[in-house]
């Protein structure tokens, strides 16, 4: 016959002569469960666990004092965007708060610590994309904050980066997406416009390309302070804007000819480790795998229901 899992676990501690001295040890502190159930063990363990990080993150902020406040001007990127049909879109999605990664329509800023040498300080990365303009931009900002004690004045270091894919004759083109890949690299989805051949209007198409943040020129911001007005990234004032077609040779890996779902592109997820880079779109139900380190087009398109 079967037996049922109370049962299982009831002799699995008989034979092991610990039944009766394992099962409810409420004596050390922790809730009584019921006996002969891993499920309710497991449980119990569970919370108990969450307790103890709830503990450590109490303690460890106990000791620790916020050194810098920053806001980061960061207009959604789609108001930039003379395609109908994507910016009532993105409009819609963003006074529903349809966020990422179904919704169109907000700016999403990427923070990463990039390693630091010898005698350096830590550097916090941050990545965003933003409209406001005739064409979506992509902004890179360098922050090395030193550790300062308590009550103590932060001098902050700041560069900004601005870059502009300089579109073309047909059309501008615009940064809408943006994730870190890799150590020095940034991956961007970009969408140009240009005229329909047919009925007229405006049409896009997608494409992916990688950014060797090595190459890029950033521009020091004298005077950023670490609270107040003057501690604002994104200013137009603040960097001049590079075209990605004016950077050094070999800065660039990009994937064009993206299928048109991909103008709908709500997410963008990267992964160095395997070379890939994703375009999720959740109004068209498709997820695309781009292989970045590939010369060909060996991609992986997944349609949903």
């Not at 409810?24 to 103890?52: F, I, M, N, Y």
């Not at 001098?155 to 502009?164: F, G, I, W």
Request: with cysteine.
């Amino acid at each position: 016959g079967s037996l049922d899992l109370s049962e299982v676990t009831a002799r699995i501690g008989i034979a092991r002569g610990t039944a009766d001295r394992n099962v409810g040890v409420s004596g050390q502190g922790l809730p009584d469960v019921a006996r002969g159930s891993v499920v309710d063990a497991t449980h119990c363990l569970a919370r108990e666990v969450e307790k103890v990080g709830d503990r450590i993150c109490a303690a460890l902020s106990s000791h620790t004092s916020v050194l810098a406040c920053i806001q980061v001007h960061a207009p959604s990127p789609w108001t930039s965007l003379a395609v109908p049909e994507l910016k009532a879109v993105a409009s819609s999605n963003a006074v529903a708060s349809v966020s990422s990664a179904r919704g169109l329509g907000h700016s999403t800023i990427v923070l990463a610590w990039e390693s630091a040498g010898q005698n350096e300080c830590p550097c916090l990365l941050a990545l965003w994309t933003g409209g406001g303009q005739k064409c979506s931009e992509l902004h890179i900002s360098r922050l090395r904050v030193p550790p300062a004690p308590p009550g103590a004045p932060v001098r902050l270091h700041a560069e900004r980066a601005c870059l502009q894919d300089g579109g073309s004759s047909a059309g501008p083109a615009h940064f809408l997406l943006c994730e870190l890949y890799g150590a020095g690299k940034v991956a961007a989805l970009i969408v140009q416009e240009y005229a329909a051949p047919r009925g007229g209007g405006v049409a896009a198409s997608a494409s992916v390309c990688l950014i060797d943040t090595a190459k890029c020129e950033f521009d020091t911001l004298p005077n950023f302070a670490a609270f107040g007005p003057a501690a604002v990234l994104g200013m137009p004032s603040q960097a001049n804007a590079m075209c990605l077609g004016d950077l050094p040779e070999g800065s660039i890996r990009r994937r064009d000819n993206l299928p048109e779902s991909c103008i709908w592109a709500s997410a963008l997820r990267a992964m160095a480790s395997r070379g890939v880079c994703s375009v999720y779109a959740w109004r068209a139900r498709r997820l695309l795998t781009l292989d970045m380190e590939a010369e060909g087009d060996e991609d992986d398109d997944e349609a949903g229901n």
